[in-house]
């Protein structure tokens, strides 16, 4: 008798003693289609530190929009990693984030990219410029603003790019009405608008830098040009509010800005948060960079320009037949 | 055959279960799976400036023209196709038949990628026609040709040759025997077809999306302005324009419907 | 005797543009680099798994649609009640959504809030198979309807005078008659829930491993440039097509065959 109460105690001892040493933690990533295999090769890497010891993962990878609208409608989210902040914000509205998320060093941002210029081999049109965009028979392709988030990162550019050569806002606009005219194909997104340019389609091809680099390791025919003026974009990551698992959230969120992880993401084509970690890598710095504070913040951009009804591209698409 | 050892019941009475059941069963299914959620669709609705803007009508006109084009197609080839693979013999036909439901079990993306290869700026047979209207056209007439020739190939399974032979006995024209004896058999099933492929054509979203280019006023079906009202955030806007779009595609099914009854109308 | 001739070339002819040229690209796309690298890339073990979510899918959808689709047309053509006439227009309605917005109202009525929210649907299997059960409703109710109105009422009606039940009548006088379009029907309504994507992509949540089917898997690995694993998945799509239509056409009778 007394042995086995010995036995069951010790066996019911187990668990709680093994519980209190490192607890299995099933964390639930939600985040936008590209860095997938960047994020792929970063959780092995996690789990291999002290604090990701027994993390596991689910992992849940699509268009930036929609992922943020089903983790507002339910989709369970420990860690929601979105390719523009405006994703992140409509979850604060919705009390699925903090408000203070972008309250760090880093202001919420896990990695960082610009706009390039996607162009023919050897770039026979030689377009380095957004001005050179405008130059008779240049044709466009670019995602459509309206059904891909990711591309509202190009017009901002574009209309950034403007203000640095000296325009005025009401000529920045007017630029893009006439930029607008040169578009041939507004495919719904980046991935389809990559396939539609080496389809052959078009002259240039608006994409981002990451996105770009990524077709390149993948042996895709792929020649981008940088011009002097673009955008800087900046990818947010944030701890959902109805997490569960914060501690150990919060713990990869850490480990994500650590030089080792940003070196993974630098070697995926993502320009990395921190200094130091681009050794051997070519990220070249442009001159006239800017970021969205430059053009007004995400807030002012979404209701002056991608107001569906009232925005500035909402009228220049409208303008565009009819 | 009635192997029943009752003495034998009236027919009504024994029957008066059968037609309740089935209208129950399936009025509740179809409730259920479809109603209910385009009930939510509709409760949601709110700003009908998404589908009265200019950009949204000419979405909406390119849309219902490109379909009802297609629909008009399918019923002449759809037809067309199930003949030869009912009526006539040539080697190989088993195989083509088998190949007929495939732009169906195709993920619409691999439709959309297959038809700018090769229907494209690299086309290997020369024919260039992506990111115009004809584009569109081409790409609702790959997802809708499973339609009309299913509908109409097991009807023309059924069908009694009889009349055919009679007609031909009688010194008609191959012509005239289909236009009087096969045509009114296979008609409701051919509107059938339509009804399906002008549906599924309003609705078709992921092969049309590639090769269209999506050009407001020239070549954005209605399903991608959606879309895009969906991910600018106006969700009450999208489902606004859907419920429209509903509205135009019941009608004109009602209509089909209406086609049929009228074609029918000497029959029984 | 010209006029079966012109009837097959034409017919032939539409099919090769529209339906031998693409289905061929997508068999080249598959072993352009020959059999293993395809038949790597649809064994990985992503890959089995999403290919084991379609196929639960499926396994539900298309039974479930059959037998409305049948107990359907029977209400519609054979027992004309108030509203048939709707009844039929309303069920070739889920077509005519495009695939984001049948997600959207998905989660209207599932999701976060929704008038039935909060149950574990959407997000999981239970969602995924309630899109493809919507996409892929109209496909057994329009083959047989047609059959139904063809074969009339004659031959029921005398099973019925001589004593039959309801149940007796359907199955030795009205199946045998329906048998083909019905077969029909279950080979459209398995093709269009394999092949279906954009609803089932709003409502799964994409969770990999667990929620995807073999069509989001196909999108999974085009974003990756994975060519040959895209096109092969889709290869094993149609694969599954093919073979339903064979079975389909396998289990009629000798004596129907023409």
């Known amino acids: 008798m007394r042995r086995i109460s010995f036995t069951l105690i010790l066996a019911l001892a187990f668990p709680a003693l093994a519980a209190g040493a490192a607890r299995d933690t099933k964390l639930s990533l939600v985040a936008y289609s590209t860095p997938r295999e960047a994020y792929g090769q970063l959780i092995p890497a996690f789990q291999k530190t002290a604090a990701g010891n027994g993390v596991s993962f689910s992992q849940s990878y699509g268009a930036s929009g929609e992922q943020s609208r089903a983790v507002a409608s339910g989709l369970d989210a420990d860690l929601v990693a979105f390719s523009l902040a405006p994703d992140i914000t409509s979850l604060v509205q919705k009390k699925l984030v903090a408000k203070n998320w972008a309250n760090d060093k880093w202001h919420g941002m896990v990695t960082r990219s610009v706009v390039v210029f996607v162009v023919r081999d050897g770039n026979p049109k030689k377009l380095k410029t957004w001005n050179d965009l405008l130059k008779p028979g240049v044709q466009i392709v670019t995602p459509n603003p309206f059904t891909s988030g990711g591309a509202r990162w190009n017009v901002m550019a574009a209309y950034g790019g403007a203000l640095r050569a000296g325009k005025t806002p009401k000529q920045a606009e007017t630029y893009l009405a006439q930029m607008w005219k040169h578009v041939v194909a507004q495919p719904a997104s980046a991935r389809e608008g990559l396939q539609t340019f080496l389809a052959g389609r078009g002259d240039v091809f608006l994409a981002y830098e990451n996105e770009a680099l990524f077709a390149q390791q993948k042996g895709q025919p792929v020649q981008f040009v940088i011009p002097k003026a673009t955008i800087l974009i900046e990818n947010p990551i944030a701890v959902t509010s109805t997490s569960k698992n914060k501690p150990q959230a919060q713990a990869f969120l850490k480990y994500l800005r650590t030089k080792p992880a940003q070196r993974i993401f630098a070697q995926n084509g993502y320009r990395p948060v921190v200094k130091g970690v681009t050794q051997g890598l070519n990220f070249p710095n442009r001159p006239q960079l800017f970021t969205i504070k430059y053009v007004g913040g995400w807030a002012k951009v979404e209701k002056k320009f991608f107001d569906p009804r009232t925005g500035v591209m909402a009228r220049i698409q409208a303008s565009s037949g009819g | 055959m009635a192997a029943s050892a009752e003495a034998l019941p009236t027919p009504r009475a024994r029957r008066s279960a059968a037609p309740g059941l089935a209208i129950g069963l399936s009025t509740l299914y179809l409730s259920l799976i479809v109603l209910l959620p385009l009930a939510a669709l509709a409760w949601h609705a709110h700003g009908w400036d998404a589908i009265t803007s200019p950009q949204a009508v000419s979405a909406l006109k390119l849309t219902v023209v490109a379909s009802l084009v297609v629909a008009l197609i399918n019923a002449v080839a759809g037809t067309a196709i199930a003949w030869t693979l009912v009526r006539d013999r040539f080697f190989g036909q088993s195989f083509v038949n088998a190949l007929v439901d495939l732009p169906f079990a195709l993920p619409t993306i691999v439709a959309g990628l297959t038809l700018l290869a090769l229907y494209g700026p690299k086309s290997p047979a020369g024919i260039d026609v992506a990111f115009t209207r004809w584009a569109i056209l081409l790409a609702l007439l790959f997802v809708t040709l499973p339609f009309v020739v299913r509908t109409v190939q097991p009807v023309l399974l059924e069908l009694d040759t009889e009349m055919e032979d009679a007609a031909a006995s009688l010194g008609a024209s191959r012509f005239a025997t289909f236009r009087r004896v096969i045509l009114p058999n296979i008609l409701p099933a051919i509107l059938s077809g339509v009804a399906l492929a002008f549906a599924r054509a309003i609705g078709e979203f992921g092969a049309v999306v590639l090769i269209s280019g999506n050009l407001p006023f020239k070549t954005e079906v209605v399903s991608v302005y959606v879309f895009g009202r969906i991910e600018s955030g106006d969700s009450g806007g999208a489902a606004a324009a859907s419920v429209v779009i509903l509205a135009l595609s019941f009608g004109v099914l009602l209509a089909i419907g209406g086609v049929r009854r009228w074609t029918t109308r000497h029959d029984r | ?258």
């Open chain 3, 1 to 258: 005797m010209i006029g079966k001739y012109v009837v097959r070339f034409a017919a032939l002819g539409y099919l090769a543009v529209l339906l031998a040229a693409p289905v061929g690209y997508v068999f080249w796309r598959t072993f352009r680099h020959g059999f293993w690298p395809a038949w790597h890339a649809v064994t990985t073990p992503d890959a089995v798994h999403a290919l084991k979510v379609t196929l639960i899918l499926v396994a539900i959808a298309v039974p479930a649609n059959t037998i409305f689709g049948v107990l359907a047309a029977l209400a519609i053509v054979r027992h004309r009640f108030p509203g048939s006439g709707i009844f039929n227009a309303v069920v070739d309605l889920p077509l005519a959504l495009s695939p984001v917005v049948v997600g959207l109202a998905l989660l209207l009525l599932y999701g976060r809030g929704g008038w039935l929210g909060g149950h574990h649907v959407v997000f999981a299997l239970p969602g995924m198979v309630l899109a493809t059960m919507f996409v892929s409703l109209p496909f057994v109710v329009r083959e047989v309807v047609p059959v139904l109105r063809e074969i009339g009422t004659e031959q029921e009606q005398a099973a019925a005078t001589l004593g039959a039940s309801a149940v007796q009548t359907f199955r030795r006088v009205t199946w045998p008659a329906i048998r083909w379009a019905t077969a029909y029907g279950v080979v459209l309504t398995t093709a269009r829930a394999l092949g279906e994507f954009g609803a089932v992509s709003v409502v799964s949540g994409r969770l990999q491993g667990q929620t995807e089917s073999l069509t989001l898997y196909v999108q999974d690995r085009y974003q990756a440039f994975d060519e040959v694993g895209a096109y092969a998945s889709a290869v094993v799509l149609a694969l599954i097509a093919v073979t339903t239509l064979i079975l389909m056409t396998a289990l009629k009778p000798k004596e129907e065959t023409r």
